[in-house]
């Protein structure tokens, strides 16, 4: 066996030869001098401790002048076996006294590697120095062990080595049997069925990691004949992978027809949703075929077998697991010489297409929010239902349903909650509505339901009216209570209408006139509404012009009185279409247009800069100290560009931003409450001043209320308006305005016509009135000649 320098052999063995020099080398020099000083100090210490007692005995007699007693002191310490000689040395004698076992000077035992003290005596407590004491201690004891020392070293080393040579021994041994096996795996060649590993048969060790290579080798033996095989089918997969690829990259299989041999590629498995490697024979591939399909299919196939032509079939297959899904399959029938007859043919998965192109089809026809049929489905349901009636000389009406308020829905807590409740409104018209009839949904919050059975106007009533009530009232949708109200237009057939277009037209006119009636009511076409859809158009295109060219709209101020002293303390602005043709229009008939169209934010916009910079005209002519109340639509307090355009509007006109107050009304605060928190904490950081619009009408938490950053509250004219004769309304004003006070709250009484009116909110404390009995709202170039006239008392 060949030993190379960097075999685990002989690194191995220079290893053991390594540390066991070392070791050697550690026990003769560190080991011997630690010994050696150790010997070394337990005769210091002896000799320290025969130093004492002799010093002390000398001292004693020589301050003691006892001279002549020192020598016989100091012989009998030479009894002991190891002291040879004491040297005293001193003034206070005529020569020094020296005693010793060997007759030889100091120097030369000192030579003679014995070990030698000398130290002085003082004088008790002081400096003064009494003698020299020289002692001489014998080595003899140390040389005997050391000698005794190295002989056991000796004796140490020899039986080391030959444990360290028999140690290596048998490494040697050991590695040698590793080589052997090493070059037999080296030369080892797995594809000859013959070859064989090295065999030790030892039970240590070595023979275990023999052993375990053996079965090794066998294993791996058999691997790689498993690994032929496998190749082997790997190959004739790749074949039928080929072939299918070139007709359409999809699941493959070849049937032989005279040995019924079917033979499927993976796909084909995946598709029919069983396990790679299972047994699937022609009869049970053809039973995944649906029952509806199946006859078509087998006599298409038994065509194809028989003429030897090509086939191209779609079809629905039925899973184990019951799941249907669909296929497609293209493919050719091969006849060669002998009988021999082979299908060869590929088949694609088209479930997602068929279910893509079912869901176009039901994108086509119903609502993607709500599922609810769509314009498109509702119209063909209709031109049925009128040729049914054409034909059987009945009835039937056309519901048209909007929500009230819909918008602010969304303004204030977001779509996703709006299409939530346009969810849920839904389920709740869908349960309570017969199954003959349709409901569609044709955008926003807009529904239209087709009652094809109506006898009569009072039918379509009671149907309208049960509708109105199932919505009516409180909604949990997420986190938010919503209560819901309707507007419902009908429109019967025939009195209202012969076409579908006409009947939805006249039913959503009848919605237009429910609204105008004040909103969760019902109404049914009459010919007097006719011309309304028409003339609310008109009016939308107007009110475009009228906010784009600004100089049609208007602000009108209605004052308010300080309680206390009768002074003008501020006005609110209050928004007036001139209309070139219709004269003055009030807000209740164009606001609800500005904010279906989108113009809430440009009209909101002029109202602010006109009343700023109405307050810069009042500053300039000394009428300064007044406050103007704007009032902000709930589109204009979700607008992210409010805050900037207010502060821009209070630098351009130089007014006191204190000046400023808007006002929100208790319902819009309430909708949203941190968002509400942060636009007034925004808002208020303007410097402008906050007040909360027809306080008391809405349903304010006051946990919530002494959170916001307002200044006022405005009491609703609904409460003041029976103030003197409802003892209800007289407790439900006087708490406001203490619950106000109490949370630093001035208040202002809206409503206020009379003089009775203003004594009893004068005596419950209230700050600031607003009403009639002092003024209606002004026009702007009026404003100033009447703030200069007024007068405090009538």
């Known amino acids: 066996m060949n030993i190379s320098f960097t075999s685990l052999t002989f690194k191995t063995l220079g290893l053991l030869f390594v540390s066991s020099s070392v070791f050697i080398l550690f026990i003769l020099f560190i080991a011997k001098d630690s010994f050696s000083e150790g010997y070394i100090y337990l005769v210091k210490e002896e000799v320290a401790s025969i130093e004492r007692k002799l010093h002390d005995e000398i001292s004693t007699n020589l301050q003691n002048r006892s001279f002549d ?143 375990s290579a053996g079965i090794m080798v066998k294993k791996l033996k058999s691997y790689i004949q498993s690994t032929k095989e496998l190749n082997e089918t790997i190959k004739q997969k790749e074949a039928h992978l080929k072939e299918a690829q070139r007709i359409a990259k999809v699941g493959s299989w070849e049937y032989n027809v005279v040995e019924k041999e079917l033979t499927l590629s993976d796909e084909v498995y995946r598709i029919l949703g069983v396990k790679f490697g299972t047994v699937i024979t022609w009869d049970s591939f053809l039973a995944y075929i649906s029952k509806k399909d199946s006859k078509r299919i087998l006599d298409i196939l038994e065509e194809a077998i028989k003429n030897g032509s090509k086939f191209n079939i779609r079809y629905a297959l039925t899973l184990q697991n019951q799941n249907e899904i669909f296929v497609q399959t293209k493919g050719k029938v091969r006849k060669k010489q002998g009988g021999h007859i082979r299908i060869t043919a590929v088949t694609m998965d088209i479930t997602n297409d068929i279910k893509n192109k079912q869901t176009i089809e039901r994108l086509a026809y119903y609502d993607s929010l709500t599922g609810l049929a769509n314009r498109t489905l509702l119209q063909d349901r209709m031109q049925k239902a009128l040729q049914f009636a054409k034909r059987q000389k009945t009835s039937l009406a056309i ?76 909604h949990d949708i997420g986190k938010h209570q919503l209560y819901i109200t309707s507007s419902i237009g009908m429109a019967l057939y025939p009195q209202h209408g012969m076409s579908a277009d006409e009947l939805i037209r006249n039913a959503d006119t009848a919605m237009y006139e429910a609204k105008n009636s004040g909103r969760n009511s ?177 349903h304010s938490s006051l946990s919530y209320l002494k959170k916001f950053p307002i200044n006022s509250l405005k009491i609703d004219r609904t409460f003041v308006f029976d103030i003197i004769d409802d003892a209800d309304d007289k407790a439900i004003v006087h708490a406001i305005i203490s619950m106000a006070h109490s949370l630093g709250f001035t208040t202002v009484a809206e409503g206020v016509e009379t003089k009775e009116h203003v004594d009893l909110l004068k005596e419950m404390g209230c700050d600031e009135l607003q009403g009639y009995y002092f003024s209606k709202p002004i026009a702007e170039k009026e404003l100033i000649s009447f703030m200069q006239n007024f007068a405090p008392t009538k």
């Open 69 to 211: 007693k020192l020598e016989v002191i100091v012989k009998p310490y030479l009894k002991h076996k190891k002291i040879l000689l004491i040297k005293i040395d001193s003034t206070l004698i005529d020569k020094p006294i020296l005693v010793y076992k060997k007759e030889k000077s100091i120097q030369k035992l000192q030579d003679d590697t014995h070990f030698a003290s000398t130290k002085d005596i003082y004088k008790q407590g002081t400096l003064n120095k009494l003698a020299t004491v020289t002692l001489i201690y014998s080595n003899d004891s140390y040389q005997i062990y050391m000698q005794n020392f190295y002989r056991y070293f000796i004796g140490g080393v020899f039986v080391f080595g030959l444990a360290s040579v028999f140690l290596g021994f048998l490494l040697y041994n050991s590695l040698k049997k590793l080589r052997l096996l090493a070059s037999s795996l080296e030369k080892f060649n797995p594809y000859d069925a013959d070859a064989n590993i090295v065999s030790i048969d030892t039970n240590d060790e070595i023979g275990t990691i023999s052993k």
């Open 399 to 474: 519901m048209f349903l909007d929500l009230d308020h819909f918008k602010l829905i969304n303004d204030t807590l977001g779509h996703s909650v709006g299409d939530e409740l346009l969810i849920h409104i839904a389920k709740i018209l869908q349960i309570h509505l017969r199954e003959s009839d349709t409901l569609s949904r044709l955008g926003g919050d807009e529904f239209i339901i087709l009652l094809p059975s109506v006898n009569s106007h009072e039918d379509a009533r009671i149907i309208a009216q049960k509708v109105q009530n199932t919505l009516q009232g409180k």
């Open 522 to 698: 019902y109404s049914i076409y009459s010919k007097t509404m006719g011309n309304f859809v028409d003339k609310q158009l008109n009016l939308e295109q107007d009110l475009t012009q009228a906010v784009k060219n600004k100089e049609q709209i208007e602000v009108y101020y209605q004052v308010k009185v300080n309680a206390k002293d009768e002074f003008i303390s501020g006005a609110e602005a209050l928004a007036r279409w001139i209309h070139p043709t219709k004269g003055v229009i009030m807000p209740d008939d164009f606001i609800h247009i500005a904010e279906s169209t989108g113009l809430m934010v440009e009209l909101g916009n002029i109202v602010i800069e006109k009343s700023i910079s109405k307050l810069q005209e009042l500053n300039i002519l000394g009428l300064s100290g007044l406050k103007i109340a704007i009032n902000l639509s709930a589109r204009q307090f979700q607008d992210p560009s409010l805050i900037s355009f207010v502060a821009t509007m209070i630098e351009r006109y130089e007014v006191d931003p204190a000046q400023v107050e808007f006002e929100i009304t208790e319902t819009l605060s309430m909708v949203n409450i941190n968002n509400t928190l942060r636009i007034l904490n925004e808002l208020k950081q303007t410097g402008v001043s906050i007040a909360i619009d027809d306080f008391g009408t809405g």
